[in-house]
């Protein structure tokens, strides 16, 4: 199957810092990735969707400036949280589509985040 | 309205034997996708199983089969012959329409453990 990797796999940063979290289709080309974010025993809530070349487009209530999307290329999508603070702390995972239009999209590992 | 419930927040079974965990949906889209994952204390998320709104029979993925209720909404996941490392937390998700670049509802997860 499609393999989507992410880096880095966990990250411990300092409360005002940003991070940048990158998530990439290791076998095929995503012309669409998916940001989601996950508090301890929660579902998955989707951020953003970011398509390549494009602007993201943002789900109501995320703020666009504190989470930045780039998807340069059709391999890689990139986020990062701008002067994280502690409330940022979570497990953010990407999905990638398929470019040849298979019904599944695929997950990444997740990226762990702690903001101290 | 929720798009994806999971009214099942914890679940036990004993190894061997079959468990039923329940996903109902709402959607007024006559086209549309439905997901089980499976997410281990690692976080990543492992595509189980996949049912189409089209889809004449259940879908069956080795002990994974998916209950396809199409009036009643449901899509509920049956495991088999349950083992030690089923053990973990399970979403269904749907993704409403045919473009699969379009994003996944996801359930609040049911927490499977199996006991020995």
């Known amino acids: 199957g499609a393999v989507v990797s992410q880096h880095p796999s966990w990250v411990i940063c300092k409360s005002g810092t940003s991070v940048k979290i990158e998530c990439r289709s290791l076998?095929?080309?995503?012309?669409?990735m998916f940001w989601y974010r996950q508090f301890p025993k929660q579902s998955l809530m989707l951020m953003a969707t970011?398509?390549?070349?494009?602007?993201?487009?943002?789900e109501q209530g995320v703020e666009k400036d504190k989470f930045l999307i780039n998807h340069a290329s059709l391999t890689l999508s990139t986020l990062t949280v701008t002067s994280a603070h502690p409330e940022d702390s979570s497990f953010y995972i990407c999905?990638?589509?398929?470019?040849?239009?298979?019904?599944?999209?695929?997950f990444g590992p997740g990226t762990r985040l702690t903001v101290t | 309205a929720q798009k994806i419930t999971q009214t099942q927040p914890g679940m036990f079974v004993q190894e061997k034997e079959a468990v039923t965990l329940d996903c109902t949906y709402d959607?007024?889209?006559?086209?549309?996708?439905l997901f089980w994952y499976k997410q281990p204390s690692s976080g990543e998320m492992i595509f189980l199983i996949y049912?189409?709104?089209?889809?004449?029979q259940n879908a069956t993925e080795g002990r994974y089969s998916l209950n396809f209720q199409k009036a009643r909404k449901s899509a509920n996941l049956v495991i088999s012959a349950s083992q030690l490392g089923d053990s973990a937390m399970y979403f269904c998700?749907?993704?409403?329409?045919?473009?699969?670049?379009?994003?996944?509802?996801f359930g609040t997860g049911t927490s499977l453990t199996v006991i020995p």
């Open positions: 999905s990638a589509r398929d470019f040849t239009g298979s019904y599944e999209q695929y």
């Open positions: 076998d095929f080309q995503a012309t669409t």
């Open positions: 970011s398509n390549e070349g494009s602007k993201a487009t943002y």
């Open positions: 959607t007024s889209d006559p086209s549309y996708g």
């Open positions: 049912q189409g709104s089209y889809d004449q």
């Open positions: 998700a749907m993704r409403e329409g045919s473009n699969t670049g379009n994003q996944f509802y």
